[in-house]
């Protein structure tokens, strides 16, 4: 079956720069929609960016709007985020998920629930002041 599976994050400190890939493993091309998402210890998880892979269309979070950035390789099958301006309150383990048999309002404005949908096992991100 379709599993995600996330490499890169990192440490680094505040101002700096880092990248962590999603690769879809089991499944001939890439989902219809993809995503980032993250979560910091005692907190809830936040949806960071998402794609509709059919026609590109993004939505990314105001916190991370003009600092974080997509990248939808076809061939490759990988979602790639690239994380520049880091500032500490980014720290979190960075997930990559996918939904399948979604339209591109729900994909991009929808609800994620760990129920509904896949997700891969995480990579740590931790920004130092």
């Known amino acids: 079956g379709l599993e995600l599976i996330e490499s890169g994050g990192g440490s680094v400190q505040a101002g700096g720069s880092l990248h962590v890939s999603c690769y879809v493993s089991g499944y001939s091309y890439v989902p219809v929609c993809m995503g980032w998402f993250r979560r910091a210890p005692g907190k809830e998880r936040e949806k960071l960016a998402t794609i509709f892979t059919k026609t590109l269309s993004t939505y990314y979070h105001d916190s991370v709007k003009g600092r974080f950035a997509l990248s939808l390789d076809n061939a490759k099958k990988t979602l790639d985020l690239q994380m520049n301006s880091l500032k500490p309150e980014d720290s979190a383990m960075y997930y990559c998920?996918?939904?399948?048999?979604?339209?591109?309002?729900?994909?991009?404005?929808?609800?994620?629930?760990?129920?509904?949908?896949?997700w891969g096992r995480g990579t740590q991100v931790t920004v130092s002041s």
């Open positions: 998920s996918a939904l399948t048999g979604v339209d591109n309002t729900y994909c991009l404005s929808g609800v994620w629930t760990d129920a509904y949908g896949y």
